[in-house]
């Protein structure tokens, strides 16, 4: 089991930056992908961002790509992924996960947080 926490979410004005944090519990942390997901109102959970957990490669959503980075810290069992330059239709509830499927899509993987809401002001 892996529980995960997400923080850092708030209120930005358009063009402002922000970073995500998510805590997993656990010692299995460095086996899992790790992804960033988003849902905003009346639309579908999307794909974000992801990163490995061999060799820590990453993959992005066209639409955040050159804006968001995700990384991780196994030491500190966290994923992060900053937000910069952020558009109103960044706005969204953000969620991490984690898994070892298909890392662009929601059925890979297996452990989801809270969520953490992300509003961007224009």
């Known amino acids: 089991q892996v529980q995960l926490v997400e923080s850092g979410g708030g209120l930005v004005q358009a063009g402002g930056d922000l970073r995500l944090s998510c805590a997993a519990s656990g010692r299995t942390f460095i086996t899992y992908n790790m992804g960033w997901f988003r849902q905003a109102p009346g639309k579908e959970r999307e794909f974000v961002a992801a990163?490995?957990?061999?060799?820590?490669?990453?993959s992005y959503a066209d639409s955040v790509k050159g804006r968001f980075t995700i990384s991780r810290d196994n030491a500190k069992n966290t994923v992060f992924l900053q937000m910069n330059s952020l558009k109103p239709e960044d706005t969204a509830v953000y969620y991490c996960?984690?898994?070892?499927?298909?890392?662009?899509?929601?059925?890979?993987?297996?452990?989801w947080g809270q969520g953490t809401q992300v509003t961007v002001s224009s």
């Open positions: 990163i490995m957990r061999i060799g820590g490669s990453t």
């Open positions: 996960a984690a898994g070892n499927g298909a890392s662009r899509f929601q059925y890979g993987y297996d452990y």
